[in-house]
């Protein structure tokens, strides 16, 4: 019954922003959202969680001091600023929910998955 709507990605320079959000329809009752990101033929990566309620963090070390993770609760709305942009983010960025684990990096955990939108930072 949820669906997650990431509007956002895009091509950026190397050192440059974007935002990305996540909307979720329906009901989620959700603990946690999640961003990861992934690369034709490789794992899905963890790259940060945010508690619904409270709103606190966790960051993969790849992202920490350039990601900053949010969520409006009222909205059923997370989002995922990121600054300081290097090829190395080049990946097709998923928002997940998570109904029962918080501040989990693992995929298995997580409940529903957004469509992924593309991010491409170039040098």
């Known amino acids: 019954q949820v669906q997650l709507v990431e509007p956002g990605g895009g091509l950026v320079q190397a050192g440059g922003s974007l935002r990305l959000s996540c909307a979720a329809s329906?009901?989620?009752?959700?603990?946690?959202m999640g961003w990861f990101r992934q690369v034709s033929g490789k794992e899905r990566d963890f790259v940060a969680a945010?508690?619904?309620?409270?709103?606190?963090?966790v960051y993969a070390d790849s992202a920490k001091g350039r990601f900053t993770i949010s969520r409006d609760n009222a909205k059923n709305t997370g989002y995922l600023q990121m600054n300081s942009l290097k090829s190395e983010d080049t990946a097709g960025y998923y928002c997940a929910l998570t109904l029962g684990v918080v501040h989990t990096a693992a995929p298995r955990n997580y409940d529903y998955w957004g469509q992924g939108t593309q991010v491409t930072a170039s040098s």
């Open positions: 945010i508690r619904w309620s409270g709103g606190r963090a």
């Open positions: 329906g009901r989620t009752f959700s603990s946690s």
